[in-house]
């Protein structure tokens, strides 16, 4: 009855999705790994871009990493990306392009984790395997009146009330109910098909159900950023593949000691970085993530050579289609807005008539 009742709401109230359109696997990988770092509106024009440029596993294989981070660009955790263009690799050389459809030999894709495996296996394949992502683990913690409960719990729990006669229907009308009305704040439950079965609804404890899990310590880290930009281009760096913006290219950078440490050029010539000039600071550009608080500190410069290996100049349009972080272009929209203020300050020439 409760799995009637909640398939039967499902098919009403669903939101319509572009990927929902199909029982491709690689477009639901590509979907679930897009919706588990960002909003889904959010998603949606990176999704239908992204299968523009790479309809299948072999397209994006085929694809320069640096051409898809490009697109990855805005998304963040770009570490998913360059493992998803790993694991569409290993399809092509070991699978003959072919996603395969087992639990055991789709998790040992690159990035590939339960929740994933859970949710393609299910909706593409039509296999009773659970998929729980936050809005799932809030509707069953509710369900069952839970207050903490674990991962292996809640998995648990997930793969009693799966449909097996419809999987990949009931995995996203349950991850639907928690986004639509099992919400983390006021919650719709009068609305909700799974009223009668709910625990919590039953004690009055849905506003403390699940517990919220405990804040990461957010760490600040200052890092001096150096804007070397000529009618030739822009210097960039590609960063290391693991710590922050890995595998991105972006201007060199240097952790600075402290907010209020000022720059002291032969602390950075000693790690590599000469100056020909003094340095312009320009406004700080903050970047949040999960763990840590990024702030940069903007310096318009003009790099001695030689400069390292992995440093580039780049050129406006071969930048469009490098992979960058957000932040490069705020910290260029501020170099250009100094540049504008200097040249409107500065004395003009008069025109001789």
């Given at each position: 009855?409760?799995?009637?009742?909640?398939?039967?709401?499902?098919?009403?109230?669903?939101?319509?999705?572009?990927?929902?359109?199909?029982?491709?696997?690689?477009?639901?990988?590509?979907?679930?790994?897009?919706?588990?770092?960002?909003?889904?509106?959010?998603?949606?024009?990176?999704?239908?871009?992204f299968m523009r440029l790479y309809p299948t596993t072999a397209d994006l294989a085929a694809a320069p990493v640096d051409e898809l981070l490009s697109l990855w660009s805005g998304l963040g955790y770009y570490s998913r990306a360059r493992n998803l263009h790993r694991a569409a690799t290993q399809v092509m050389r070991d699978h003959g392009g072919r996603i395969p459809c087992t639990e055991s030999e789709f998790r040992a894709l690159p990035g590939v984790g339960a929740y994933t495996a859970g949710a393609v296996l299910s909706i593409a394949f039509e296999q009773p395997v659970p998929a729980v992502d936050g809005n799932v683990r809030r509707?069953?913690?509710?369900?069952?009146?839970?207050?903490?409960?674990?991962?292996?719990?809640?998995?648990?729990?997930?793969?009693?009330?799966?449909?097996?006669?419809?999987?990949?229907?009931?995995?996203?009308?349950?991850?639907?109910?928690?986004?639509?009305?099992?919400?983390p704040i006021a919650p719709e439950c009068d609305a909700c098909p799974l009223r009668e079965e709910c625990r919590a609804r039953r004690h009055g404890t849905v506003a403390e159900r699940p517990e919220p899990r405990r804040p990461p310590k957010v760490k600040e880290v200052h890092l001096w950023a150096f804007w070397d930009e000529t009618a030739a281009g822009l210097v960039l760096e590609r960063r290391p593949d693991q710590g922050i913006w890995g595998g991105l290219w972006m201007v060199p950078l240097l952790a600075r000691e402290s907010a209020a440490a000022p720059f002291d050029p032969r602390r950075a010539a000693a790690a590599g970085i000469s100056l020909q000039c003094a340095a312009q600071p320009l406004p700080a550009v903050i970047h949040l993530l999960t763990h840590r608080r990024i702030l940069l500190h903007p310096l318009r410069v003009r790099l001695a050579q030689p400069w390292p290996a992995e440093w580039e100049r780049v050129s406006g349009e071969a930048l469009s289609r490098r992979g960058t972080p957000t932040s490069l272009a705020r910290i260029g929209r501020a170099a250009k807005a100094q540049m504008d203020r200097e040249w409107l300050a500065a004395p003009q020439e008069k025109s001789v008539g």
């Open positions: 009855m409760a799995r009637g009742r909640l398939r039967a709401w499902f098919q009403r109230c669903q939101r319509e999705l572009p990927w929902r359109r199909t029982r491709d696997p690689w477009a639901i990988w590509v979907s679930e790994v897009m919706c588990q770092q960002t909003r889904v509106d959010s998603a949606i024009p990176y999704y239908e871009r509707v069953l913690s509710r369900l069952e009146d839970l207050a903490a409960p674990t991962n292996r719990q809640l998995t648990v729990i997930a793969d009693s009330w799966i449909d097996r006669r419809a999987p990949g229907e009931w995995t996203q009308a349950l991850m639907e109910l928690g986004a639509l009305l099992c919400k």
